[in-house]
């Protein structure tokens, strides 16, 4: 499958700073890409440059085929963008100003009101269609933005932080309908919000300082994270080494009131054997958990961890 | 045709907030009294000239003052309405859509200053009502009139030029008025520099708006006073095009 965006090396110094250091990715059709990463690490610079609103110090970029900064106009065309602040006009109507939006994408009659028809549907704007942008809540304003940026159809939809200000109901349903759209095109999205990636995006970057440092699917990335450690916990209370001595078992951690984290191996689970072992010795088994690392304690460790 | 939708969204946003009215109405309101207090000042001197061969006509001592009373109004009212072009946007960060809609930087500078244009040629319109009323009592040379109009909408174009410059420049709307203002009352009375000595007067007269549109307004209409605007309006489009170019590249 061919790639819809190719950053290659994207490089961009604001003076002396450098906000985004030789970033490089591909994203292809159908796939949803999670961009993550602390307060400046450079997410919006980065979108920014992909859509043409920076120009980057180095490096390339490519939107379906199309060099963005070679022949800007061809590749704008394939392009939906969602900045942080959703770039409504406030004394326009949502009718008037997806009107506006097509037509600067040259969307022609027929065409322009069946995409913005479709637009509205999809982002749930039919009721508020006619009613002034500026009178309506943060959260419709959001969606509006969305609308947008998914107007014209685009190969390439960027979105820089689309849940922010909206609430739980909203939240699901924007989830699901950037489920539905990377289906068909391929998407960006930055977030803060970790279980948004989990949930809706089928791979994950972390940047960190201007620097990838985390790249990979979420496919992949769970399975990394299925834990190596679970919680048993017991009525009476088990000497250390009875623990330590069943197979499998590498450390024992001694939590308060007789729970234990036992952590083993990735290859061989020793639960079975412990949950055995442990009633058969009468100690009294009252929970086996798992532990799953969480994709924040991920996060953290690569954003953090590699200091200094 | 996207430039004509820029364009098209520049004039409805004019109209749906109080400025674009407001301005109308102050403009014709002061404008109207200047053309009455005019009409007042012709009709008591015309026994006085009417025995004269070759005397001013009603063209000359009424629409003349009206149309360059009409340019000073305007050079203080031209940058409130330019001051937001660009600087609004950037300021609502809305400008990303452009930025990010397949369109260039040259049709966005045009399809703004095409928008604040249709404003003018309004706002221009309605000023060439009030002579146009003398018909009835009157006859009117109509080629000194024609001329004062052209006047006008060259000078609109001129003030426009600037105000859209400076919007792009500013981060404020304030900024951009005080901006163009500044820089529009410079240009207009820079002739007076020189007025005292000969040397270097012949310069600043040739950069000043005002000689040119007083040349257009006695009805003479030259080709060098039609380029001197012509190029103005080039220069500021070309600079405001390179600033917005300006916003991508920054730092």
């Not at chain 1, 300082?209 to 990394?224: F, P, R």
């Not at chain 2, 946003?13 to 109080?18: E, R, T, V």
């Not at chain 2, 009212?77 to 260039?104: G, H, K, V, W």
Request: glycine share 8%.
């Amino acid at each position: 499958m061919s790639n819809l965006i190719v950053a290659d090396r994207l490089t961009r110094y604001y003076g002396d700073h450098c906000a985004v250091d030789e970033v490089s990715f591909t994203l292809k059709k159908g796939e949803i890409l999670g961009f993550l990463g602390p307060n400046g690490a450079g997410k919006s610079t980065t979108m920014k440059m992909i859509c043409g609103n920076l120009a980057p110090t180095d490096g390339a970029i490519s939107i379906n085929g199309i060099d963005l900064l070679e022949r800007p106009k061809e590749a704008k065309a394939e392009l939906g963008y969602l900045p942080e602040t959703p770039p409504v006009y406030r004394e326009l109507t949502v009718n008037e100003y997806l009107d506006y939006c097509g037509k600067l994408h040259g969307l022609k009659r027929a065409a322009l009101q069946k995409a913005t028809l479709f637009a509205k549907e999809r982002c749930g704007l039919i009721e508020v269609a006619n009613r002034l942008i500026g009178n309506l809540s943060k959260g419709f304003q959001q969606r509006t933005g969305i609308a947008q940026a998914i107007l014209h159809s685009p190969a390439v939809i960027v979105l820089d932080e689309p849940t922010v200000g909206l609430d739980p109901i909203q939240i699901r349903e924007i989830r699901s309908l950037i489920r539905d759209l990377g289906e068909e095109h391929g998407i960006i999205l930055s977030t803060h919000i970790l279980p948004e990636v989990e949930e809706s995006c089928t791979h994950v970057q972390i940047i960190r300082q201007g620097k990838l440092v985390l790249n990979d699917s979420i496919a992949t990335l769970k399975k990394q994270l299925a834990g190596s450690s679970f919680i048993l916990a017991t009525s009476k209370e088990i000497e250390g080494e009875f623990l330590q001595s069943i197979e499998g078992v590498n450390t024992v951690e001694t939590l308060k009131g007789c729970r234990y984290r036992i952590h083993f191996d990735n290859q061989q689970n020793p639960a079975e054997m412990v949950a055995e072992k442990v009633i058969q010795s009468g100690y009294g088994l009252r929970a086996l958990t798992p532990e799953q690392r969480s994709m924040e304690a991920l996060f953290l460790e690569v954003t953090r961890g590699e200091e200094g | 045709m996207k430039i004509i939708t820029i364009a098209g969204r520049e004039l409805r946003s004019l109209f749906l907030s109080p400025l674009a009215w407001t301005i109308l109405g102050v403009v014709q309101l002061i404008l109207a009294y200047l053309f009455l207090s005019q009409i007042d000042y012709y009709l008591m001197i015309q026994p006085k000239i009417a025995g004269i061969e070759g005397a001013p006509g009603v063209t000359d001592l009424v629409i003349a003052p009206l149309f360059s009373n009409a340019a000073i109004i305007l050079l203080l009212i031209t940058p409130l309405l330019t001051m937001r072009l660009i600087s609004e946007e950037r300021r609502n960060q809305t400008l990303s859509l452009l930025f990010s809609a397949p369109l260039s930087m040259t049709e966005i500078i045009f399809g703004k200053y095409l928008g604040m244009m249709a404003f003018m040629l309004i706002m221009i319109s309605m000023i060439a009502l009030m002579p146009l009323s003398l018909m009835a009592g009157a006859t009117l040379d109509y080629g000194k009139l024609a001329a004062g109009i052209v006047a006008l909408i060259l000078l609109m174009g001129a003030f426009s030029a600037v105000g859209l410059y400076m919007s792009a420049i500013a981060s404020q709307p304030t900024v951009a008025a005080i901006g163009s203002f500044g820089l529009l009352l410079l240009l207009w009375i820079i002739d007076w520099a020189g007025s005292n000595s000969d040397k270097g007067s012949e310069l600043f007269a040739s950069l000043s708006l005002l000689r040119h549109f007083e040349n257009l307004l006695k009805g003479l209409i030259n080709s060098a006073d039609i380029a001197y605007y012509l190029l103005f309006i080039i220069l500021f489009l070309t600079l405001a095009v390179r600033r917005l170019d300006n916003d991508r590249l920054q730092k």
